[in-house]
């Protein structure tokens, strides 16, 4: 699928900010980044696939976990260097923790509290 106007992939080194958000409730769930193939395969595959900085290769999100995101909708800012994804997620989980979002640290004023949602554990899920 061609997009008319896609990412500007080069911009940035091959590649463009991802910003995952549930698209009933607009929390953000995750940030993470997609390179040109990353973004030609969740198009095709209409589920969010991720370039996974840690391991150098396409990460299809919830291969491991089973916590899918179904792409509901993709839209690309005015200087083509990030990307909204809006999803629906499956299993209940984005983050790798095993929380319901990424942003679960929260500073209070005066230290970090943790207000995520534990939807599963990490070391059952992942084995580590």
Not at 12 to 25: C, K, N, P, Y
Not at 80 to 108: I, M, P, Y
Request: proline share 3%.
């Amino acid at each position: 699928m061609i997009c008319p106007n896609p990412p500007d992939f080069e911009k940035r080194g091959g590649l463009v900010t991802a910003i995952t958000q549930d698209h009933e409730t607009g929390e953000i769930l995750m940030v993470a980044y997609m390179n040109e193939a990353a973004f030609e395969k969740t198009l095709e595959l209409g589920e969010v696939v991720y370039w996974s900085t840690s391991r150098n290769e396409l990460w299809h999100k919830g291969e491991s976990s089973g916590n899918t995101q179904i792409l509901k909708e993709l839209r690309i800012d005015c200087d083509a260097d990030a990307v909204l994804v809006r999803v629906e997620q499956k299993g209940g989980a984005a983050c790798h923790t095993g929380k319901r979002s990424c942003f679960f640290r929260v500073w209070n004023g005066e230290d970090w509290d943790d207000d995520g949602e534990q939807v599963f554990d990490p070391a059952e899920v992942y084995g580590k």
